[in-house]
């Protein structure tokens, strides 16, 4: 039963915790909750269709009261959203350790999680809800910027000025996408089910304007691009209906992709041929069947995306599951369009590089506005990252405590840790900071139809590399460190792996940060070497990454 209780991040320079480890988790568990930057706080659903911080409300108490009564040398755990024990550790030891949604393997269907689910045993995490790292859609601004950037350097000389982009899905992270095409310069057609969704980004300035009918909203859009002005509309319907709808009509968008909640045909995605309210109520009354007309408007969904391509569209999957959904409901050829790490991320990763959110947590802009130049000195050659921190500095509305996310590589990330570690340090910032990730990292997830679609040695759904990430993280010190399942695509689908670190200004935590930054993003470029990828090959020997094996060789296993 869900209950109207509002929470917000305690902030200032004091802490309730013992350790300032237990308060970033703390303040980072309230700040996932605060109704400025969650979906469903009442349901305590971060993002991500049902992404939740913690079990339920009573679990939520008893994690705030666990992280305020513990010693500065105990660690707590939590067993998918629930506080289940208090060990006494060490002073360079995370403060918490989370296992999120892990199921045996043969048992990690859809179906059997919402069983264990309603047996009150597991919960979904998503990747940053129940890992508290979550900073709203800025978190996934970033990304989505670089993806749309890459996107114009591949197929339209650099830029998307000109071009239009048809999405769908306006929710916690496919919300980012109307900023990231104007961003590049791009306009964007993004359909989305609920008006309350397309209002909300809409009121954040992550949408330029609402049309009142598909004709409206696609002669708004064709005409910006005409015109090579940057422009983001909503257009409130249903993909399953208006994807297909526009290849009736013979429209072909310059690229085509899409944020629906496809990972979670029940709570997540809505069927279409049928209104919102009368979708609701189907969830509600008859689930199966809900499913059932939900996998059927996938197939019918992802056929348009298929369809769009074979018109010359650039098409792209943008990570929510949904050709692998429109598989099982039978298109034979679903994965005829890639994923977009695939396409776009995969070079990226092979260098390291990933992403670098951080979180003041004293609440105060102006730690936020020292943090961010201190980003910008470290890297003043970066052109990239200077273009982004100064963009996101103008347009991003902050969401909950300040927040800010970029992309940094292998040697760059400890170093922007440090520097932060410094500022709190010599008394620059009130509070100290917690710097961590998404779980779409290099070295971090096993996703074989997301961030591990085509690894070059077909080591897609090898997943010991995102459990030697997390325990790369614990042993290297960070403050909490989570290993999930079902991220992104689905249950089933993805093994992954978060942490955080508080750069809190002392010898300890320096050393922590240091330790932290470096090592979690080696297992980046490690893994990708194994692959054999020549950039990840090149990097690990540029920065010495020490690999007892030639990387990229696989003996077979009668050699071993
Ligand atoms: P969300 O649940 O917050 O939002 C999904 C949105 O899609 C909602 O606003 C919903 O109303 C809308 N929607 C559902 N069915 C629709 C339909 N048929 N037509 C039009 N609109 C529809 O989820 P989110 O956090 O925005 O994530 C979206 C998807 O992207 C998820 O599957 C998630 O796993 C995936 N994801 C991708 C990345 C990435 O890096 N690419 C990162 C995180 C999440």
Known sequence: MSQARVVRAPRGPERSAQSWGAEGALRMLHNNLDPEVAERPEDLVVYGGNGRAARDWRSFDAIVESLRSMGPE????????KPVGVLRTHDMAPRVLIAN?????????????????????????????GSWIYIGTQGILQGTYATFAEVGKQHFDGTLAGRWV??????????????????N??????????????????????????????DDGLDRVTRAAAEGRALSVAVVGNAADVFPELVRRGVTPDVVTDQTSAHDALNGYVPGAMT???????????????????????AVHCQAMLDLQRFGSVVFDYGNGLRGQARDAGVADAF??????????????????GPFRWAC????PADLAATDEAVLSAFPDDDGLQRWVRFAREHVKGQGLPARICWLGYGQRQVAGLAFDDLVARGILRAPVAIGRDHLDAGSVASPERETEGMRDGSDAIADWPLLNALVNTASGASWVSIHHGGGVGIG?????????????????RRRVELVLTNDPATGVIRHADAGYDIALDTARDVGVTMPLEPGTHPPAWQA
């Not at 008006?195 to 304007?209: Q, S, V």
């Not at 005829?336 to 776009?344: E, I, K, R, S």
């Open 276 to 298: 919102l309210d009368e979708a609701l109520e189907l969830r509600r009354a008859k689930p199966k069947e809900y499913v059932d007309r939900s996998m059927a408007s996938m």
């Open 101 to 129: 949604a892990n199921i045996v393997p043969k048992w990690a269907t859809p179906e059997h999680f919402r069983e264990l689910e309603d047996l009150g045993l597991t919960m979904y995490g998503q990747m940053t809800a």
């Open 166 to 183: 048809l999405t769908a899905g306006l929710g916690g992270m496919g919300g980012a996408q109307p900023l990231a095409v104007t961003g």
């Open 361 to 364: 947590l004293s609440g105060d």
């Open 74 to 81: 105990d660690t707590l755990l939590v067993q998918s959203g």
């Open 336 to 353: 005829g369009y890639p994923g977009f790490v695939l396409a776009y991320v995969r070079p990226l990763f092979s260098r390291g590089s």
């Open 185 to 214: 310069g791009g306009a964007a057609l993004c359909i989305e089910v609920d008006p309350w969704r397309a209002r909300r980004r809409l009121e954040h300035g992550y949408l330029d304007e609402i049309a009142d009918s598909l």
């Open 493 to 509: 689908k993805s093994i992954h792996a978060g942490q955080v670190v508080v750069a809190e200004g002392t010898a300890s935590s």
